[in-house]
């Protein structure tokens, strides 16, 4: 299992919030980069991607009513 203390950050967290979201817009106010808490196999790219939330059954049919 992975060590996860208070000071380190979830490495989809870390790699979504490094992406500036309007990256044409000069940010006057940077801050310091956040460590990962720990070295990563994957891109960053990869990570992003699996941080996205995705339906589990997306194999439904159009007339069903949803069940909630």
Avoid: K, L
């Avoid at 967290?13 to 720990?38: I, L, N, S």
């Amino acid at each position: 299992m992975t060590d996860r203390t208070i000071d380190t950050v979830p490495e989809a967290d870390f790699a979504e919030q490094t992406v500036p979201a309007y990256p044409d817009v000069e940010d006057d106010d940077t801050e310091a980069d956040v460590p990962v808490g720990t070295d990563r196999e994957a891109t960053e790219a990869d990570i992003i991607d699996q941080a996205i939330p995705v339906p589990i059954d997306d194999d439904y049919e159009a007339e069903s009513e949803p069940e909630y």
